[in-house]
């Protein structure tokens, strides 16, 4: 790959160009590499429970022979997870790799019919799935190719008195499990338990295997996988590292309040930290700000990631200006775009400047990222990280002069190969080798980055791609509505929220029966917040409905 670093000289001192992608074989590498060195400090914590180093490594290979010996899963095939943060998180995703499978991560608040769709698209036989969710599991199942099926409670790994303890407050007091019939399900304990008493035996898995299939639209359509392979990841967490200036092996802690599932917090807060020693603090529910904000005052963190709503929630808690800042080196916004008043917030309150990155799930996902130096330019999505290459096209796959605006375009060995059988779609989404990633952009002369509008219809809601033709298809499918078209608007806590407009089928349409019918098929986040009936939609030549004049008639 040819390189065309014009960006050299801003470069953070010490931060090399390039990385070598070939120094590790696979993720394996890179875990086994990590417990050697810090078998027992503490990999993970969660709800006051830790696991070393030397836990997760035993932990993850009774998965691992559970998944190769018992439930009889060959190399490549997929194993959806399906979790909140916590301790089981890590022990299952390193097992399954372990194991040669392939890991589709999958939000734990999806809806039977989001489900679905990403389960048989993938074409996953085995799941994990926490049983507060396990009822929409059951809903499905019998659509789907699913044989294996080990369910976990939130407790599990707590060990003890106190895993009987929240397991049965969570299910018997806050009633979080609804009932659920899954009669093949195996319990988690039971699967270690089983794995334990099998010879584990390691397959053969290179650079060129995929490890995850992580599923985004794109810059449109429906949800399709990403497909990041072991040397994706790894490059992606050399490429990391090398960002990180001055941290010391085996002596960080970082927060983990984004979900694993998130391919940023996967990556940078799973694999990257893991493989400097990091001390992990995992947070379960980061929306409950009383409990969130105590688990801080626990600790004396130096790394903690988020996206900008996650900051911004903290800033208005009264108590957070007390939380202990006196080692904090990085903090660093990723998912969606970081507002410049909380980012100045964030400085006066803690002291350390908050810097933002930028990538996407077919990147895994780190692209650039602002120095870490306290040479941070706000406003920027910062410079391309090592062996990573961004320029600005036109829509004919032109690359345009600095200060111009046009398409962001990278190339890199974090890039995926494409999306999951979607030859077609794959192919659009490059010009070449070069990846378009969809957001509209400009470099300046000294090569910092920023995004200054996306170019297709999507709509980011807390960090989360959110796609108006899956909102529309699900409205439509009401009785009442003739038509509708769903586009973003500005949201001061979540960046953008989802407006429909709706043209009625039945006049005794009303807005809180739309509300109620999107709770069945689609997930909260991506439900509209605001909802306009009008007469008619805007549309092309051919019916085509144009949703930009909706976004032009409400700006």
């Avoid at 507002?339 to 692209?367: C, D, I, M, N, R």
């Avoid at 499918?477 to 003739?482: A, E």
């Avoid at 039945?506 to 809180?512: A, F, G, I, R, V």
Wanted: charged share 25%; glycine share 8%.
């Amino acid at each position: 790959m040819s390189k065309d670093f014009s960006w050299f000289n801003s470069y953070p001192k010490g931060v090399e160009h390039e990385i070598d992608p070939g120094q590790y074989q696979s993720i394996l590498d890179i875990l086994d590499n990590s417990i050697n060195k810090f078998r027992d400090f503490v990999a993970f914590e969660n709800m006051g429970k830790k696991l070393t180093y030397g836990e997760v490594d035993e932990l993850s290979r009774h998965f691992a022979s559970y998944l190769q010996n018992v439930a009889k899963l060959q190399k490549g095939d997929r194993i959806a997870l399906q979790m909140p943060n916590c301790l089981q998180y890590p022990v299952v995703i390193f097992g399954a790799l372990r194991a040669g499978l392939i890991v589709v991560n999958t939000n734990p608040l999806y809806t039977p019919r989001e489900m679905k769709h990403q389960f048989n698209d993938s074409g996953t036989t085995a799941i994990v799935i926490v049983a507060n969710f396990a009822n929409h599991l059951e809903e499905i199942i019998a659509d789907t190719a699913i044989k294996t099926v080990i369910v976990t409670e939130l407790g599990d790994l707590l060990g003890g008195l106190k895993k009987t303890i929240v397991n049965f407050v969570v299910k018997r007091i806050k009633k979080m499990v609804p009932p659920y019939h899954l009669p093949q399900a195996v319990s988690f304990s039971k699967a270690l338990k089983e794995g334990r008493d099998h010879a584990f035996i390691q397959p053969e898995i290179t650079l060129k295997d995929v490890a995850f299939l992580q599923y985004t639209g794109g810059t449109t359509g429906v949800a399709k996988g990403a497909t990041l392979s072991h040397g994706n990841i790894c490059a992606n967490i050399m490429q990391g590292d090398q960002w990180f200036l001055d941290t010391e092996p085996g002596n960080e802690l970082v927060v983990t309040a984004l979900p694993l599932y998130h391919i940023f917090a996967l990556t940078v807060n799973g694999f990257l930290m893991f493989s400097l020693g990091a001390h992990n603090l995992l947070i379960t529910n980061p929306r409950d700000m009383k409990a969130f904000l105590k688990e801080l005052k626990k600790v004396k963190m130096t790394v903690f990631t988020a996206v900008n709503t996650l900051f911004n929630g903290l800033l208005h808690q009264p108590d957070f200006a007390s939380v202990d800042f006196s080692r904090l080196k990085y903090s660093i916004g990723g998912g969606m775009a970081v507002q410049s008043a909380v980012a100045k917030q964030w400085q006066q309150v803690t002291g350390h400047p908050l810097a933002e990155g930028y990538g996407l799930s077919e990147t895994s996902p780190l692209l650039t990222c602002n120095p870490l130096d306290g040479t941070e330019r706000m406003g920027t999505i910062g410079l391309p990280v090592p062996s990573t290459e961004l320029c600005i096209m036109d829509e004919q796959g032109n690359q345009l002069p600095v200060g111009e605006v046009g398409e962001i375009c990278a190339r890199g060995p974090q890039v995926m190969d494409g999306y999951w059988l979607r030859p077609d779609e794959t192919k659009e989404t490059f010009f070449g080798d070069w990846f378009r990633t969809g957001d509209i952009g400009a470099m300046d002369k000294d090569g910092f980055f920023k995004i200054v509008d996306r170019k297709k219809d999507m709509i980011l809601v807390s960090g989360f791609n959110v796609y108006p033709n899956e909102i529309e298809d699900v409205i439509v499918s009401h009785d009442k509505v003739l038509e509708a078209a769903a586009i973003g608007v500005p949201d001061e806590r979540t960046t953008e929220a989802v407006k429909v407009f709706i043209v009625k089928k039945d006049p005794s349409l009303t807005k809180e029966e739309v509300m109620e019918y999107c709770k069945e098929d689609l997930t909260n986040y991506k439900r509209p917040k605001h909802i306009e009936f009008v007469d008619e939609l805007p549309k092309s030549n051919v019916g085509k409905i144009i949703r930009r004049k909706l976004r032009e008639q409400e700006a």
